[in-house]
Protein backbone atom coordinates (compact mmCIF):
# COMPACT_ATOMS: atom_id res chain seq x y z
CA UNK A 1 0.00 0.00 0.00
CA UNK A 2 1.22 3.57 -0.75
CA UNK A 3 0.77 6.51 1.39
CA UNK A 4 1.97 9.70 1.67
CA UNK A 5 4.12 11.34 4.47
CA UNK A 6 4.66 14.70 5.54
CA UNK A 7 8.36 16.06 5.66
CA UNK A 8 10.03 18.84 7.53
CA UNK A 9 10.00 20.77 4.20
CA UNK A 10 6.19 20.57 3.84
CA UNK A 11 6.75 18.49 1.66
CA UNK A 12 4.76 15.32 0.24
CA UNK A 13 6.23 12.19 -0.92
CA UNK A 14 5.57 8.98 -1.37
CA UNK A 15 6.40 6.05 0.99
CA UNK A 16 6.26 2.44 0.99
CA UNK A 17 4.48 0.68 3.71
CA UNK A 18 4.43 -3.03 4.47
CA UNK A 19 1.82 -4.07 6.92
CA UNK A 20 2.86 -7.65 7.76
CA UNK A 21 0.18 -9.05 10.29
CA UNK A 22 0.92 -12.34 12.46
CA UNK A 23 -1.93 -14.58 12.98
CA UNK A 24 -0.44 -15.44 16.42
CA UNK A 25 -0.05 -11.59 18.08
CA UNK A 26 -2.85 -9.61 18.63
CA UNK A 27 -0.45 -6.66 17.32
CA UNK A 28 0.13 -5.72 13.79
CA UNK A 29 2.98 -3.19 12.65
CA UNK A 30 4.06 -1.10 9.48
CA UNK A 31 7.05 -0.97 8.56
CA UNK A 32 7.75 2.09 5.51
CA UNK A 33 10.59 3.09 3.57
CA UNK A 34 11.40 5.68 1.53
CA UNK A 35 11.17 5.03 -2.36
CA UNK A 36 14.36 6.40 -2.68
CA UNK A 37 17.62 5.63 -0.55
CA UNK A 38 18.96 9.08 -0.56
CA UNK A 39 17.97 12.65 0.29
CA UNK A 40 17.17 14.93 -3.18
CA UNK A 41 20.96 16.16 -4.51
CA UNK A 42 22.64 13.26 -3.24
CA UNK A 43 24.50 10.69 -5.02
CA UNK A 44 24.12 6.76 -3.94
CA UNK A 45 26.96 4.72 -4.48
CA UNK A 46 27.37 1.05 -2.27
CA UNK A 47 24.59 1.78 -0.26
CA UNK A 48 25.76 4.91 1.03
CA UNK A 49 24.72 8.55 -0.54
CA UNK A 50 27.28 10.88 -0.73
CA UNK A 51 26.82 14.97 -1.11
CA UNK A 52 29.20 17.06 -2.14
CA UNK A 53 28.15 20.91 -0.94
CA UNK A 54 28.23 24.16 -3.39
CA UNK A 55 29.59 25.89 -0.54
CA UNK A 56 32.96 26.47 1.16
CA UNK A 57 33.13 26.44 4.83
CA UNK A 58 35.92 25.45 7.37
CA UNK A 59 36.74 21.59 8.65
CA UNK A 60 34.95 21.86 12.13
CA UNK A 61 32.04 23.74 10.55
CA UNK A 62 31.50 21.25 7.84
CA UNK A 63 31.06 18.18 9.91
CA UNK A 64 28.52 19.79 11.90
CA UNK A 65 26.78 20.78 8.79
CA UNK A 66 27.13 17.07 7.85
CA UNK A 67 25.95 15.86 11.58
CA UNK A 68 22.94 18.41 11.29
CA UNK A 69 22.25 15.45 8.35
CA UNK A 70 22.35 12.39 10.32
CA UNK A 71 26.25 11.78 8.40
CA UNK A 72 29.88 12.96 8.53
CA UNK A 73 32.66 14.18 6.53
CA UNK A 74 33.84 10.96 4.33
CA UNK A 75 35.33 8.29 5.58
CA UNK A 76 36.78 6.15 2.91
CA UNK A 77 36.32 2.71 3.11
CA UNK A 78 37.22 1.57 -0.26
CA UNK A 79 39.56 2.50 -2.95
CA UNK A 80 36.15 3.30 -5.39
CA UNK A 81 35.41 5.89 -2.60
CA UNK A 82 39.12 7.64 -3.33
CA UNK A 83 37.41 9.89 -6.03
CA UNK A 84 40.02 12.49 -7.53
CA UNK A 85 38.45 15.77 -7.35
CA UNK A 86 39.15 19.21 -8.78
CA UNK A 87 37.27 20.74 -6.39
CA UNK A 88 39.74 19.47 -2.79
CA UNK A 89 36.60 19.03 -1.14
CA UNK A 90 37.35 18.24 2.75
CA UNK A 91 36.80 14.63 4.13
CA UNK A 92 36.24 13.41 7.52
CA UNK A 93 40.06 13.09 8.31
CA UNK A 94 41.78 15.15 10.83
CA UNK A 95 45.29 15.13 12.50
CA UNK A 96 45.72 14.16 16.74
CA UNK A 97 48.91 14.19 18.07
CA UNK A 98 50.87 13.53 15.06
CA UNK A 99 48.88 11.13 14.01
CA UNK A 100 45.39 10.70 11.47
CA UNK A 101 41.75 9.72 12.49
CA UNK A 102 38.77 9.32 10.52
CA UNK A 103 35.61 11.32 12.15
CA UNK A 104 34.64 7.60 13.10
CA UNK A 105 37.65 7.09 15.63
CA UNK A 106 39.29 4.67 13.88
CA UNK A 107 43.09 5.66 13.05
CA UNK A 108 44.28 5.85 9.19
CA UNK A 109 45.72 2.78 8.50
CA UNK A 110 48.11 3.93 5.61
CA UNK A 111 45.72 2.97 3.34
CA UNK A 112 47.28 6.04 1.51
CA UNK A 113 49.91 8.78 1.72
CA UNK A 114 48.86 12.01 3.26
CA UNK A 115 50.11 14.93 1.64
CA UNK A 116 50.82 18.74 3.78
CA UNK A 117 51.70 19.51 7.02
CA UNK A 118 48.13 20.50 7.94
CA UNK A 119 45.36 18.79 10.31
CA UNK A 120 42.68 18.69 8.28
CA UNK A 121 42.38 16.54 5.24
CA UNK A 122 40.98 16.85 2.33
CA UNK A 123 41.18 15.18 -1.72
CA UNK A 124 42.68 16.88 -4.33
CA UNK A 125 43.38 15.32 -7.69
CA UNK A 126 46.63 13.61 -6.86
CA UNK A 127 45.43 12.33 -3.57
CA UNK A 128 44.75 12.94 0.10
CA UNK A 129 46.27 16.05 1.94
CA UNK A 130 46.42 18.28 4.69
CA UNK A 131 45.68 21.95 5.17
CA UNK A 132 45.07 24.39 7.77
CA UNK A 133 41.60 23.16 9.45
CA UNK A 134 40.38 27.48 9.28
CA UNK A 135 40.60 27.02 5.38
CA UNK A 136 37.12 27.43 3.85
CA UNK A 137 36.78 24.62 1.06
CA UNK A 138 33.80 22.54 -0.55
CA UNK A 139 33.17 19.09 1.69
CA UNK A 140 31.89 15.45 0.81
CA UNK A 141 29.05 14.17 3.01
CA UNK A 142 28.55 10.52 3.64
CA UNK A 143 25.30 8.54 5.40
CA UNK A 144 24.06 5.20 4.75
CA UNK A 145 21.44 4.93 2.41
CA UNK A 146 17.61 4.38 4.08
CA UNK A 147 17.76 0.73 2.58
CA UNK A 148 19.59 -1.51 0.66
Given at each position: ????????????????C?????????????????????????????????????????????????????????V???????????????????????????????????????????????????????????????W?????????
Amino acid sequence: EYKFKETNHNRKIIDFCLFPVNPSSAKSFAVCAPLEPCPAGWLYFQRKCYYLSENEAAWNSSQSLCSSHNASLLVIETRQELVRDTQDPWIGLYKRNEEFFWVDGKALDHEFAVKGSGSCAYLEPRGVSASGCYLTRRWVTVRRAQHP
